[in-house]
């Protein structure tokens, strides 16, 4: 299935104009669905040099969506987790220091006398390294949750691409919709308006009665309202495509499927799907993130062993201690035998959370299946309308074209024409929602496979790589600015 070029919708133009003039009303214009379509699409070609294509557009949704810039951040913040987790391997330096004053009044019990000690300045400083030898592998599932959860937040990134870039390819479809149904909408009224001004004329002829010149302005009527629907609809499109592509649509070149990047048959799609799709790929994290906190829960049941190292220096604690220097290294276990009770509850209530994360997975996949095949079903009817569209225009206009035959002989009215020249219209605004439709659900089963990428797409512009930032931070032990510099 293709759609129609430029250079065959104008001829298909020449021919239906042709037959029309053979066969020429006197009193009645009538556009065609395939003529308005032919004149838009070479209005929206008019300068290919300068006109904008979806992969341009995909391009600057990839590169400047907000929300999608909003979810790089958030996957660096969690990329944060990983160097938080592995300070628990890294030793913990505090230095102390102190100064003051003081006044001894003292009565000595041995002799008697009374000992007075002036102000005095006494002062202090000190070094502490405190080092976790064992506290129940803690550390070390803490930073494998924390990787889990970095994987995890990739992936909903990737999920975030996937949803940007397909609601991008779906406002420029709409965008290009809406336009050509503007654009039929328009010659519509415009026929209509003359047509009502003929109508009257041979109203004034005596060749028409009253009720042919109402029925011509009830059709300019409905013509007219559903040209400012279009309009509507046009306006609302077009400021949806400026909150995700991020400018102002402007000689949009038409779109295509990507049929190309989409397997044979249903059932490999499913099998990529279940695979590749970012939701599912999501849960399997979570399961791996839910897993290791029970562990760590559990960590808390095990003995802690830490080593500590201190060294401090004093002046002028007493009149008696000028200066003073200590110095220790001590080993301290501690085994918890009972803390009441909150460290099994959360034992408990993690391992629920880990049974919850695996349910939820069968959840996700029965969703993504169910998805795809939505998405393909609607790709194979996008198809089928799109011929079926095709086909009506095509009997549209042989009908309309026999109705003005039959007109200018007296066998239809002008009401049988306005009606047959509304058909062919009806027809191309179906032809034109479908072919939105086919190339919207291409997107959508990449987009449900988990495939919808710059990389499948083959897009022009640099690839966002979230481990360049993760291996930025994990190993810093110091500094508070981000690699960006601030």
């Known amino acids: ?27 009645v214009t009538v ?8 004149l838009l699409f070479i209005q929206l070609a008019a300068n290919p040099a300068r006109a904008d294509t979806m992969e341009a557009a ?23 987790n990983v160097p938080q987790a592995l300070s628990g391997y890294r030793p913990k330096v505090a230095v102390t220091a102190s100064g003051g004053a003081q006044f001894t009044n003292q009565l000595a019990n041995s002799s008697g006398k009374k000992i007075e000690e002036g102000p005095q300045g006494p002062h202090a400083a000190g070094l502490t390294v405190t080092q976790t030898l064992f506290n129940g592998n803690q550390t070390a599932n803490k930073t494998r949750a924390a990787e889990s959860q970095v994987f995890g937040a990739r992936e909903a990134l990737r999920l975030m691409e996937q949803t940007v870039l397909l609601s991008a390819a779906t406002v420029y479809m709409d965008y290009l919709r809406d336009a050509a149904l503007l654009e039929v909408q328009r010659s519509n009224v415009r026929v209509l308006q003359e047509t009502l001004k003929q109508t009257r004329q041979r109203y004034n002829a005596g060749l028409v009665t009253p009720t042919d010149v109402a029925q011509a302005e009830a059709q300019l009527a409905a013509g007219q309202s559903q040209q400012l629907a ?38 490999e799609a499913t099998t990529i799907s279940l695979v590749e799709n970012p939701n599912v790929t999501s849960a399997v994290y979570g399961i791996d993130v839910s897993f290791l906190n029970v562990k760590i829960n559990e960590g808390a049941l095990f003995p802690s062993l830490s080593l500590q190292a201190a060294v401090q220096k004093t002046w002028q604690q007493s009149i008696t201690q000028i200066r003073q220097f200590a110095t220790s290294v001590v080993a301290q276990v501690s085994v918890p035998i009972y803390q009441g009770g909150a460290e099994y509850s959360l034992i408990r209530q993690s391992k629920e959370t880990e049974a919850q994360q695996r349910l939820n997975l069968e959840q996700v996949r029965d969703q993504a299946r169910a998805d795809l095949v939505t998405a393909w079903g609607q790709l194979l009817a996008g198809k089928a309308q799109v011929q079926s569209s095709q086909a009506q225009v095509s009997a549209s206009e042989i009908a309309l074209l026999g109705t003005r035959k039959e007109a ?18 009806n027809a191309q605004v179906a032809l034109v929602t479908a072919q939105h439709d086919r190339v919207v659900a291409s997107y959508a089963v990449l987009s449900a496979m988990g ?36």
């Open 1 to 27: 299935m293709r759609f129609l070029s430029v250079n065959e919708l104008h001829l298909d133009v020449v021919r239906l104009r042709r037959a029309l003039d053979k066969t020429n009303m006197p009193g």
């Open 58 to 80: 995909l391009v600057r949704a990839y590169q400047n969506n907000p929300q999608l810039n909003a979810q790089r951040a958030l996957t660096r913040v969690t990329d944060e």
């Open 408 to 425: 200018a002989v007296g066998q239809r009215t002008v009401l049988d024409v306005l009606n047959a020249q509304q058909a062919v219209v």
């Open 451 to 486: 495939r919808l990428s710059p990389q499948v797409l083959r897009l022009a512009t640099p690839i966002y790589d979230p481990s360049v930032h993760y291996y930025q931070v994990r190993d810093n032990w110091t500094g508070v600015r981000i690699p960006d510099g601030r």
């Open 31 to 38: 556009v065609s669905g395939a003529a308005t379509a032919a």
């Open 230 to 267: 279009a309009e509507a609809t046009l306006t609302t499109t077009r400021a949806n495509f400026r909150r995700i592509i991020g400018n102002e649509p402007e000689q949009l070149a038409p779109g295509s499927p990507v049929d190309r990047y989409l397997p044979a048959t249903l059932r």
